[in-house]
T-cell receptor, first 109, second 116 residues
Framework: GQNIDQPTEMTATEGAIVQINCTYQ??????LFWYQQHAGEAPTFLSY??LDGLEEKGRFSSFLSRSKGYSYLLLKELQMKDSASYLC??????????WGAGTKLIIKP | GAVVSQHPSWVICKSGTSVKIECRSL??????MFWYRQFPKQSLMLMAT?????????EQGVEKDKFLINHASLTLSTLTVTSAHPEDSSFYIC????????????FGPGTRLLVL
């Protein structure tokens, strides 16, 4: 079956760096997305990786290793507003988007 | 760019009534739109996928006669919850994708439905 694993919850300190991991086993691969979802709101797009390597966008970076079925989202200089759930999603060979359950990130002062 | 709107943002209705939720892509043409449901503290659950001008494809366990989806134009899809019951109370979110399947899905702000 298709599966995406990410930690349920993580805690980090304001100003620090946190890495949220995502591993996947899917039938084929056509890209991996990271979305941010604040409580009570809809997800917002953060990043897309289809080739191996690191994509940097401001304080957020996303890394992909297709051979390992692995990605991470790196958040630097954490701010209180970064407290949210972070969703990893993979597009499989049928271009279906398979969603992880999300990682709830708690930022402490 | 890539703005998706939903209307209404909140709806409270009596059990047995029908509720229509609109999803619009404001600055791009959405060949494919998706409807999700999310219960508190749970993951997004895909309900159905709709392509403009064709019938929606429903996920297993989602009743197509209860959740009517119409994707009549490249910028508008509607979800109608027919004969709503309290267990249908949830957060309904649409997303839209332009062009190629590898394109990003952009989400609407969601609609909170409370059925009394």
């Amino acid at each position: 079956g298709q599966n995406i694993d990410q930690p349920t919850e993580m805690t980090a300190t304001e100003g620090a760096i946190v890495q949220i991991n995502c591993t996947y086993q899917t039938s084929g691969f056509n890209g991996l997305f990271w979305y941010q979802q604040h409580a009570g709101e809809a997800p917002t797009f953060l990043s897309y990786n289809v080739l191996d390597g690191l994509e940097e966008k401001g304080r957020f970076s996303s890394f992909l290793s297709r051979s390992k079925g692995y990605s991470y989202l790196l958040l630097k200089e954490l701010q209180m507003k970064d407290s949210a759930s972070y969703l990893c999603a993979v597009t499989d060979s049928n271009y279906q988007l398979i969603w992880g359950a999300g990682t709830k990130l708690i930022i402490k002062p | 760019g890539a703005v998706v709107s939903q209307h209404p943002s909140w709806v409270i209705c009596k059990s047995g009534t029908s509720v229509k939720i609109e999803c619009r892509s404001l600055d791009f043409q959405a060949t494919t739109m998706f409807w999700y449901r999310q219960f508190p503290k749970q993951s997004l659950m895909l309900m159905a996928t709709s392509n403009e001008g064709s019938k929606a494809t429903y996920e297993q366990g989602v009743e197509k006669d209860k959740f009517l989806i119409n994707h009549a134009s490249l910028t508008l899809s509607t979800l109608t919850v027919t004969s709503a019951h309290p267990e249908d109370s949830s957060f309904y979110i649409c997303s839209a994708r332009a062009g190629q399947p590898r394109e990003t899905q952009y989400f609407g702000p969601g609609t909170r439905l409370l059925v009394l």
